[in-house]
């Protein structure tokens, strides 16, 4: 077609680029105070929580459980260990079976793996990407002791079932919420509706300081166990050399702590901002034929994103696949991933041999790699990731992703 390009040809057939002068926001970005208050932790000589009174830790944590309705906050140094946390504090044994989704990262397995468990690997909803409550009630054995799901981008597991079936078996059930700060179910935000709920604050998160993480809990108990834990097994309050449980250093460090505390305070913005952006995006996506947004649901009442999800269905777009689509679109100068390329189920480090290396003598381990996960399947085929930048950008600029799009699909002859 060389010669033939017009302005309105697709960037990637070499025409002039729609989106060219969108201006995504950077991430992560400081806060009015964050300078301030790393200089504040920096000068005060309290740069470990187990050094000063009140710290920065002691603040957040107790602010985070607050805003995220529950009544025990540990900081921990991220949400891997987070993960790992959580399952110490509800017991886990070497041996012992926890489903886990098949369509996450990779920490929410590893977690039950380094803590001497068996991640069985469970298929998700197409659209919601989370646990399918059917595929996991198929998936529960008389080894099963735990779930750990994943409220994946911020999107939540259906509370309702995931609740039903750990009561009916008697599970312990840990929510990943890595992605979902100020996500809401039914009024309530997410992170206590299982024993524990796990969050992170690495840099891609809509809350950080580059690295971090917190647990959550109702419980008293397991919040006990877990301050213990957390702090290779002292008492909370008592820093010297006494330590009533063999465990590992999790602590959150104080400026970690102190840059989180200003990042926290321009969350609420940040948050309400990407709402509104999601909502707009919604209605603009739901429109085009071929792409599919994730399922409204008005048990979801208030919803954070780690990312904004859709799904690309090539027979709204004449049969051109979801990857040349992906290269025409990013060409308008839209950047759009399509997300996680397999199932953990094919990941290297869960091939029967590597698992078992991990694991106590004698505790087998399924051939994971030809499990049927359709729902993951068609997830990874066909959803389209676009960065939660996007979902901080002005308006003006936001309405050139719909635009963007509109164009590719006008043009979609120039693709096939
Ligand atoms: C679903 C999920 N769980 C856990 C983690 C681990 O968090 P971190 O990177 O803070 O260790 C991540 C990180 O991306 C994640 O996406």
Known sequence: MAGQQTAESLAIDGGEPIAAD?????????????LE????????????????????????????????DADHGIAVANGTVA?????????????????????????????????????????????TCNLDPDAVREAITEDTVGIVG?????????LDELTDIVDEHGLFFIEDAAHAHGTEWRGEKVGTFGEVGTFSFQASKCLTAGEGGIVLTDDDLLAEDGELLHNIGR????????????????????????????????????????????????????????IEIQPPDERITQRGYANYTAFFDPAGFEGVDRDT???ALSAEGIHVGTGYGHPLTE???????????????????????????????????????????YLLADRADLELLPAAIEKVRDNVEELR
């Not at 790393?38 to 607050?66: I, K």
């Not at 006494?242 to 590992?248: D, I, M, P």
């Not at 250093?249 to 102190?258: G, K, S, T």
């Not at 709402?275 to 919604?282: G, I, K, S, T, V």
């Open 347 to 389: 990941q290297p480090a869960v091939a029967r041999e590597r698992l078992r290396s991990m694991l106590p003598e004698g505790v087998d381990v399924p051939f994971f790699r030809h499990q049927s996960l359709p729902g993951t399947r068609e997830v990874i085929g066909s959803r389209l990731s676009f960065s939660q930048r």
């Open 325 to 327: 689509f992906v290269d």
């Open 150 to 158: 994943v409220h994946f981008g911020g999107y939540p597991m259906d």
């Open 37 to 68: 208050y790393v200089q504040e932790c920096v000068e005060s000589g309290a740069w470990c929580r187990l050094n000063g009174d009140a710290t920065f830790v002691e603040t957040f944590e107790e602010a985070y459980a607050t805003y995220h």
């Open 83 to 127: 993960i790992e946390l959580a399952l110490r504090m509800c017991g886990i044994e070497p041996g012992d079976e926890v489903l886990v989704p098949a369509y996450t990262f990779i920490a929410t397995a590893g977690a039950v793996a380094c803590m001497g468990g068996v991640p069985r690997f469970v298929d998700v909803d197409p659209r």
């Open 235 to 290: 008492v909370p309050g008592k820093p010297g050399y006494r330590h009533y449980v063999l465990s590992s250093n999790y602590r959150m460090a104080e400026l970690q702590a102190a840059l989180l505390t200003a990042q926290f305070e321009a969350f609420p913005d940040e948050f309400e901002r990407r709402a509104e952006n999601a909502q707009f995006l919604d209605d603009a996506l739901s429109g085009i034929p071929g």
């Open 22 to 34: 969108f201006e995504v926001p950077n991430w992560p970005t400081p806060a009015d105070n964050s």
